[in-house]
C-alpha cells in the first residue's frame, strides 16, 4: 500500500505531520478520504495532558468522508458515497452489545482513540459503521454527525417527550443540538444558559426561545421540566437541580474533569423535587449504530436539523493540527468547533 499523510500524536504536545501507510481493508470494511475531522473535547486532554492509551496515534472521531474502497462483503455503500464515520467498534458479544446497549459495551475499539482515527488522509472502518448521507449536505456537516447524535442519546435517555419546557445548561456544540432536538420533537419552549453572548446569540439563530448569560452566577427563578446538562462544569452541573421543576426530568450528557462536591442542601434539591436523573454516555442504540444517527442524517438532509457557520471556530489544513490543539492551551479561547480538513 502507498504512504499517506496523518497528524501522528508520538506523546505530550507531540503532534507531527508525517508520512504513514495508508490502512488495508478486509472483506468487511470501507476506506474513507477523510475530508473533515472535527476536534472533540475528549482529544484535548489526549493531547495536552499525556491522555492518549498509546504512542504513536492517530486522533480524530468525529469525521466525514467519501467511500475510496469497498471491502468484497460490502453491498450497501459504493465508492463516493459521502459518509459520516461511527467512531464507536462494540464487541457485539458481551452482555450490554447482546441488550442493544452498545454505549455500554465491555470491549469495544474506539476509531481515534483505542485504533487509528480520522486526522489523516486515510481512515478505515467496518462497513456499518459508515452512514450515508445525501450529497447536499456539506462535508462540515457530516463531520457534526457525532456531536449530534450525543444529543439525541441524551434526550432519548431522558425519556423526553414533548410538549414540556426545556433547559439546556451550556451552549457549547452538543448543547445546541440538543436544543434543535427537544425542539424538533415538540418542546413547549427551550432555554439556553451561557456565559457566551455570542454562543447565546447562535442559540437562538438556531431557534431557541429564550436565552439567559450566567456569568454572573444568577440562573434565575424559571424552572423546567427537562434540564439537559451539556458543559460538564462544576457551576452547571450543580444548576442542574435548581432549574428543575419539581417531578422534573435531569440529564448529564456533560463530561466532568474535576472533583464535584454537593452540599447538603445542594442535594437535598434532588429527594425534596423528586427528580429523575440520569446519565448520558455516547450515543448508540439498536439496531446499531441506531436511530441516533439514521435521524441525524436525515433531518440535516430536510434542514430541520440546522446549521450554522457560527458553530465553527476555525478550520486548520491537516498539517496544522499541532496549531490547532495549542490553540486550547488557553481556557476559554476556543468558541466552537475546530474542524481540520484533510
Known amino acids: 500500500m502507498a504512504n499517506m499523510k496523518a497528524a501522528v500524536l508520538h506523546g505530550n504536545e507531540d503532534v507531527r505531520y508525517e508520512d504513514i501507510r495508508i490502512p488495508e481493508i478486509n472483506d468487511d ?5 477523510v475530508r473533515m475531522t472535527g476536534i472533540c ?15 504513536p496515534i492517530v486522533l480524530g472521531h468525529e469525521f466525514s468522508g467519501e467511500v475510496a474502497a469497498l471491502g468484497k462483503n460490502v453491498t ?47 481512515v478505515k472502518l467496518p462497513a456499518s459503521n ?27 435517555c431522558a425519556g423526553y417527550r414533548g410538549g414540556k419546557s426545556v433547559c439546556i445548561l451550556g451552549g457549547g456544540t452538543i448543547g445546541l443540538f440538543t436544543m434543535q432536538w427537544a425542539r424538533i420533537f415538540g418542546a413547549s419552549s427551550v432555554t439556553v444558559f451561557d456565559i457566551s453572548d455570542e454562543r447565546l446569540a447562535l442559540a437562538k439563530r438556531l431557534g431557541a426561545d429564550c436565552t439567559v448569560n450566567t456569568s454572573d452566577g444568577n440562573y ?21 437541580f435548581e432549574a428543575a421543576a419539581n417531578k422534573a426530568s435531569v440529564c448529564y450528557i456533560g463530561t466532568p474533569h474535576g472533583d464535584i462536591t454537593f452540599s447538603p442542601k445542594e442535594w437535598e434539591m434532588l429527594n425534596r423535587k423528586e427528580l429523575s436523573v440520569t446519565g448520558s454516555w ?20 430536510n434542514g430541520q436539523l440546522k446549521f450554522d457557520d457560527s458553530l465553527i471556530f476555525r478550520t486548520f489544513d491537516l498539517k496544522c493540527t499541532g ?10 479561547s476556543v468558541k466552537g468547533k475546530i474542524l481540520i480538513r484533510s
Open 76 to 122: 450497501h455503500l459504493s465508492v463516493g458515497d459521502r459518509v459520516s464515520g461511527v467512531p464507536l467498534i462494540p464487541c457485539m458479544k458481551c452482555s450490554d452489545c447482546l441488550k442493544g446497549n452498545y454505549s455500554l459495551c465491555k470491549k469495544y475499539a474506539f476509531i481515534g482513540s483505542r485504533i487509528q482515527g480520522s486526522l489523516a488522509e486515510y
Open 41 to 55: 473535547g475528549s482529544d484535548i486532554p489526549r493531547v495536552l495532558y499525556n491522555g492518549a492509551h498509546f504512542y
Open 282 to 301: 455516547m450515543s448508540y442504540s439498536a439496531p446499531f449504530p441506531g436511530d441516533e444517527w439514521e435521524l441525524t442524517a436525515r433531518f440535516f438532509s
Open 29 to 33: 470494511e470501507v476506506l474513507v478520504r
Open 323 to 332: 496549531e490547532a490543539f495549542k490553540l486550547f492551551k488557553t481556557p476559554g
Open 220 to 240: 434565575g427563578d424559571e424552572r423546567f421540566d427537562y434540564v439537559f446538562e451539556t458543559a460538564g462544569q462544576v457551576p452547571t452541573m450543580k444548576a442542574a
Open 130 to 156: 459508515a452512514v450515508r448521507f445525501d450529497k447536499s449536505v456539506p462535508f462540515e456537516m457530516g463531520a457534526m454527525f457525532e456531536p449530534s447524535t450525543v444529543a439525541l442519546h441524551g434526550i432519548r
